[in-house]
């Protein structure tokens, strides 16, 4: 789960600023709200909104390049590849920074990096309990011994292990992540307690997904769709409800050689689901013409077009159609269900910019109302940056699950949530927004200063 995320100097956020998930004041909705870590609830949904270019895509932009730091790091003499904020000239000399505080496997965590092109300035991790903080790694490049990992070599009390993590620490790059290097080193293997930086690296693995406009849930899915029954009827089942007109599945067995992904793509899927870290047992991958899935067998993959049933009027036969044969709304439709299955089955954060893109108002509402209605028990996020304005009612959400994303007269982004205005619980809040009094909305210009088109 994230609690709560912070971004400074980065693309078009200047001073640092601050999105959580941390419950407000209110006490409606209280199902919205996770089960307690150690003291500490988080909001399950939250919607973001903003004018065009006011820095949605950016919030969204900034959580995956942290997670792609991690996880991917950057090349040995390369520059970190990232774009700070370029509209006042003291950023361009200034670090960026970047930190996210988040629950995983019973703990919370706070980590985080200051950074520029160059190097890692800083990185820390601390575990966060109810009423303090402890230190499990401290680094700052500008000393002379930049690491502090005592709280590691009190739990690792033999030589070895101790040299280990040293020998880790004093040669990790300057323009590396510690915490990439415990990973990409296999650190796991030679150190016995690392507990906690492992959590870490296995929320940015397995818990968190971003996924831009055009992208789609390409982590692979948790489950073989295709060899479980249950699976199969709950995604068939979600199919119906939401009127697509699909009356069924089907998995047609291809050659790899008829794949029509590029060759690259489809070895780093293979290698993805034999990663010992990954949780992934198949990978689902869309190209503009079809769906595939690719799962593993005992002589290798196996790879099978994803097709849908659509019954042939006054039969009982069906005729089988390609992803290119539906429409971009059934399609996205078919994107998100493996999405909200992920959800449900709980310990998943999605980050979605524009999940409306083409779905009906109707359907976008319904799928977020599905999700807080039937998370329950379930420790699961959603996040959305949105333009979808039916979707801001009290009626779907909290006041404290809505943020609006601004412009300031320096053209730097700003958050600042619902939960800031005076708003009575019952009052509609849609028509407010588009008029302008929670900011967040585009202020158009006199029409009449237009003088290349005539009146």
Not at 410 to 418: D, E, F, T, V
């Amino acid at each position: 789960m994230l609690i709560r995320f912070k971004v400074e100097n980065f693309t078009s956020f200047g001073e640092r600023q601050e999105f959580s998930l941390i419950p407000g004041r209110t006490t409606l909705k209280s199902e919205h709200k996770t089960l307690p870590v150690n003291g500490i609830s988080t909001l399950k949904t939250s919607l973001i909104y903003g004018a065009n270019a006011s820095g949605k895509s950016n919030l969204t932009k900034a959580i995956a390049f942290g997670q792609r730091l991690v996880l991917k790091g950057t090349k040995a003499d390369s520059p970190i590849d990232f774009q700070n904020f370029r509209l006042d000239k003291s950023f361009s000399r200034a670090d960026s920074r970047i930190e996210y505080e988040i629950q995983h496997r019973g703990k919370n965590y706070a980590y985080g990096f200051v950074f520029n092109r160059e190097k890692i300035v800083e990185e820390w991790l601390y575990e966060v309990k109810k009423t303090s903080e402890v230190k499990l790694f401290e680094r700052d490049n500008r000393k002379e011994e930049p690491f502090d990992l005592e709280y590691f070599f009190k739990l690792n009390s033999k030589v070895e292990e101790k040299q280990f993590l040293t020998f880790i620490a004093k040669s990790t790059p300057d323009n590396q992540l510690f915490l990439t290097e415990i990973r990409e080193r296999k650190t796991k293997g030679n150190v016995s307690n690392i507990d906690d930086l492992m959590n870490v690296i296995d929320w940015f693995y397995n818990s968190l997904n971003v996924l831009s406009p055009e992208g789609k849930y390409k982590q692979g899915l948790k489950f073989e769709i295709q060899n479980n029954q249950d699976v199969l009827k709950v995604f068939q089942e979600l199919l119906d409800y939401f009127d697509t007109g699909i009356h069924g599945i089907s998995f047609e067995d291809v050659d790899r050689s008829k794949v029509d992904l590029p060759d690259e793509v489809l070895s780093a899927i293979e290698n993805e689901i034999f990663n010992v870290e990954s949780q992934a047992k198949g990978g689902i991958m869309s190209s503009k013409n079809n769906t595939y899935i690719i799962s593993k067998s005992e002589n290798g993959f196996i790879y099978q077009k994803f097709m849908t049933k659509h019954r042939i009027k006054g039969s009982n036969e069906f005729e089988l159609f390609d992803s290119k044969d539906l429409s971009d709304g059934t399609n996205r439709i078919i994107d998100f269900i493996p999405l909200l299955m992920d959800l449900m089955k709980g310990d998943n954060v999605f980050v979605v910019d524009e999940m409306e893109r083409s779905l009906h108002p109707n359907i976008i509402y319904d799928l977020i109302d599905f999700f807080t209605s039937r998370a329950g028990k379930i420790n699961s996020q959603l996040i959305v940056a949105s333009h979808e304005s039916t979707l801001l009612t009290q009626k779907l959400l909290r006041k404290d699950e809505i943020w609006f994303v601004t412009k300031d007269d320096s053209g730097a982004s700003r958050l600042h949530s619902l939960e800031e205005y005076d708003v009575r619980f019952d009052k509609e809040i849609r028509k407010d927004y588009l008029l302008g009094r929670f900011r967040g909305v585009p202020h158009l210009g006199n029409r009449n200063k237009i003088t290349v088109i005539p009146n």
